[in-house]
């Protein structure tokens, strides 16, 4: 990727499609590039004109001198593939591309779109776009884009990074953090991302050191290895990527052989993949905006969870109600912090998180600094919010000098929130700068403050330990590896299987199930035959040597009927297990993100309940033991009503083990257990069956 300077940064600007018409998009332009008061030379280019408001224009892209930094192309789509070929021979150094209609367009548009990419590969010329919005560097004070922006002075103030394949998402993300005070460095919209993509902005921002926090917005990773990467290099930068990427709702991608790809939907492997690398993964435009000014206002967040005074004790109440729904912990006040809180505070108010100071502060101001004190020693509170009941001019009078002074008194080391619990009331706007000054991001509503909370508390919680067993590699043949040959191969990895053994003729089953002792289970094998309960090739609980006879012509039979074309390799015949807890486990190698296992409850209900998690396939076992225990029917595992509780740490031994095999077997596409089924505590673990799909 060429440097981006001469985009982000030019000395020199042509606007191609130029124009006097206020509101055309050359025009906009162009009154951004005199309200940010622009420097550099400016080349108005408009085949119909000899000047635009004393400016003198070029005729075409031709009569550019050469070397021009950056193209703005503010024309039809049309016209695009000819002007950036004249771009690339006028040796421009990078273009910015409006027009919509690409790939995004059809067939043709697709096309064109491939031509626009090769040139830039051809020419080294950096491509914004096609449709996008353009980009404002706020810090050098050059706005390429046509809606309109702001001077900003970033002197002092925090500011962000705003990377957006939408533009419209990029500006109105822009809007919000100015309404919050807040400083945007760069804001870039990336459009379809023909010959520049969302990776290169970020790994600009990350060398950038105006820019502690990068927000993002964005429906597709193209380069997701990229991407992960650079999240890993921004964290060791300590520079915090907060992102919204929607498709929660769409479905799961299908696969015709195993349950792991069934299941295994687009957004969830995305989010299990950024939020180990790191990224703060919001779900909404808002939290967006409020996890944004928490972050760049106040830091990241330890672990812990979050400490409430509140002046209600029906807004208490409101409080536990909204914290269990989301998720929030808020620890109790324990040990010498409640000793500390009970000498903080009247006898008449009860120590408890979250707390109801009452209306005392209006006679006891320094009640916020007493109370305030305690909680921010307490390593239990990764952040603490202060609920206020603001009313009016005269009650915010008497209420945010006090907080003010005792933040700056205390100079907190973790997160304190503002959190209004009247939204809209008159609220004096220097009371809220002066909080935001000491770094204390101020909310007009408690619940957008929890919630912003509650991603980040996830962010600190996430598991950062890596597996510490070595890669565990298998030299697999190309295609479905039938299960008799898949526990084979992955037996000696550490995942038991039932007793069994592979016959190709009955008097090979015969001598196999004699050996492994009666009852017994007779599935057929085939490579063609990935479902072997669809074709009734499973064969359960065969008493004695008669019933296998039997049932060896009975599976055969069944078979031929489902599918004559199936040719079977034979049978596995393993010994009749005890029943258990059923789950399902599964790996994939996804060919954009990489590997990833998922884990789930298994049985009849494993796809109607959909009870799954993705998991990075480097997890230790601890951290995939508390994965399990989080599913929705996680409280089966450590006994229920009376069941004893299960082996959770030999079921993540299995896990993790799977885990070390796609890590060393990239050829892997896809690995089903299912299912594994879970004994007592003690009694471990046992993989029904096995099935792997190799490239």
Request: proline share 7%; aromatic share 4%.
């Amino acid at each position: 990727m060429a440097d981006l300077t001469r985009l982000l940064a030019p000395r020199s600007v042509a606007i191609v499609g130029a124009s006097p018409t206020p509101g055309a998009l050359g025009n906009s332009v162009m009154r951004n590039l005199e309200r940010h008061g622009y420097a550099g030379a400016v080349h108005l280019i408009n085949p119909k004109r000899d000047a635009i408001d004393g400016r003198p224009c070029l005729k075409s892209i031709a009569d550019l001198p050469e070397g021009v930094d950056a193209a703005v192309l503010a024309i039809p789509g049309p016209a695009v593939l000819d002007a950036v070929r004249a771009l690339a021979q006028r040796k421009v150094g990078a273009a910015i591309i409006f027009s919509a209609g690409f790939a995004e367009g059809g067939e043709e548009g697709l096309a064109a779109q491939a031509e626009v990419a090769r040139i830039a590969a051809e020419s080294g010329m950096v491509i914004e776009g096609p449709n996008c919005l353009g980009m404002v560097n706020y810090a050098t004070g050059v706005p390429l884009t046509f809606v309109e922006a702001p001077v900003l002075d970033l002197a002092g103030r925090p500011a962000v990074g705003i990377v957006s394949q939408s533009g419209a998402m990029a500006v109105v993300l822009g809007a919000t953090l100015m309404a919050k005070d807040l400083g945007i460095t760069l804001s870039v919209s990336t459009g379809n991302e023909a010959a520049s993509g969302v990776e290169d902005y970020v790994a600009h921002l990350i060398a950038d050191p105006a820019t502690p926090v990068i927000g993002m917005i964005v429906e597709q990773f193209r380069d997701p290895a990229r991407f992960l990467t650079l999240a890993g290099q921004a964290q060791a930068a300590g520079k915090t990527i907060v992102l919204l990427h929607p498709g929660t709702s769409s479905a799961a991608r299908e696969s015709a052989a195993t349950h792991t790809g069934a299941m295994a939907g687009d957004w969830e492997l995305m989010r299990a993949k950024v939020e180990r690398a790191g990224v703060v993964l919001v779900d909404g435009l808002e939290a967006l905006g409020d996890v944004l000014e928490v972050v760049t206002r106040a830091g990241s967040l330890a672990k812990g969870g979050a400490a409430v005074l509140t002046e209600s004790g029906a807004f208490k109440a409101l409080t536990l109600d909204l914290a269990e729904r989301i998720g929030l912990a808020l620890p109790p006040v324990e040990g010498a912090t409640a000793e500390a809180m009970r000498a903080a505070v009247p006898a008449f108010i009860p120590v408890s998180n979250p707390m109801d100071l009452t209306a005392q502060a209006l006679v006891d101001p320094d009640l916020y600094r007493r109370s305030l004190e305690p909680l921010l020693a307490d390593d239990a509170y990764a952040a603490v919010v202060l609920a206020i009941i603001q009313t009016d001019e005269a009650t915010s009078a008497r209420k945010f000098p006090p907080i003010t002074d005792a933040v700056r008194a205390l100079k907190p080391g973790k997160p304190v929130i503002f959190a209004g619990l009247d939204d809209g009331a008159a609220v004096p706007a220097d009371y809220i700068a002066a909080l935001r000054a000491l770094g204390v991001p101020y909310f007009p509503s408690a619940d957008r403050a929890f919630r912003a909370l509650r991603h980040l508390m996830r962010h600190a919680e996430r598991d950062t330990a890596q597996a510490a067993d070595a890669p565990f590699p298998l030299d697999l043949p190309r295609g479905v590896i039938p299960e008799y040959r898949a526990k084979q191969l992955l037996a000696p990895a550490g995942i038991p299987f039932p007793r069994g053994a592979f016959a190709a003729t009955l008097d090979a089953a015969m001598a196999a199930a004699a050996s492994i002792g009666y009852p017994v289970v007779l599935k057929a094998q085939a490579a063609a035959l990935s479902h072997k309960s669809d074709a009734g090739g499973v064969i359960l609980g065969i008493a004695d040597a008669a019933a296998l006879e039997a049932a060896w012509h009975r599976l055969h039979e069944n078979v031929r009927a489902y599918d004559s074309a199936i040719v079977l390799d034979g049978a596995l015949i393993e010994a009749m297990g005890a029943r258990g807890t059923e789950l399902i486990v599964g790996a994939r190698n996804d060919p954009a993100w990489g590997p990833i296992l998922l884990v789930g409850f298994g049985g009849v209900t494993a796809e109607l309940l959909h009870d799954v998690r993705l998991l990075p396939h480097d997890l230790s076992p601890a951290a995939i033991a508390a994965a399990l225990r989080g599913l929705k029917q996680g409280q089966l595992l450590d006994g229920y009503r009376g069941s004893p509780p299960l082996d959770v740490e030999a079921a993540a031994e299995v896990i993790a083990a799977l885990g070390r095999v796609l890590a060393g077997t990239p050829s892997i596409r896809e690995v089903d257990l299912n299912p594994l089924v879970v004994y007592p505590q003690g009694a471990g673990v046992v993989a029904l069956d096995a099935l792997i799909l190799s490239d």
